[in-house]
């Protein structure tokens, strides 16, 4: 399985710290707010990586994360030029998907909890695809699922 990140966006509700960096790249606690959405495909053991940012922001990816090697991981490069959501991410890493399985995560996401672990080996097993998703009080500023009964999902709207 194949893992992409996400980090991309103008990041234009922290400005004007994001003006001169991905949002990305800023600290939270004591490390980049990349290494938690790593982390978290990390748990899920995949190893073979492609980020996925700006034209303005790749090389600074590349400077921090490198080759990967030092964690025991590979980690590719792909530029999106303008931000054009989610789905998007998949059209700019095909070549790098292949026919491999994939998990994709969001560089400003922040995951944790009992269990992630076997959640995430849950959800690698699992035939089609599995969206994380979090009851917030105000979606507007988020991703929103529309799921059904069985928990099917019918259609992802971003930030409505």
Known sequence: ?????LAGGAGSRLYPTTQVTSKQLLP???KPLIYYPLSVLMLARIQDILVV?????LHRFH???GSGSNWGLSFSYAAQSKPEGVAHAFVVGRDFVGSDGVGLVLGDN?????????????AGSTVGATIFGY???DPR???V???DEEGNVLRLEEKP
């Open 1 to 5: 399985m194949k893992g992409i990140i």
């Open 28 to 30: 939270v606690f004591d």
């Open 53 to 57: 940012s700006t034209p303005e922001d």
């Open 63 to 65: 400077d921090l994360l």
């Open 110 to 122: 922040i995951f944790y909890g009992h269990g992630l672990r076997a959640i995430l080996e849950e």
């Open 135 to 137: 009851y917030v009080k």
């Open 141 to 143: 500023s988020y991703g």
């Open 145 to 147: 699922a529309d799921v």
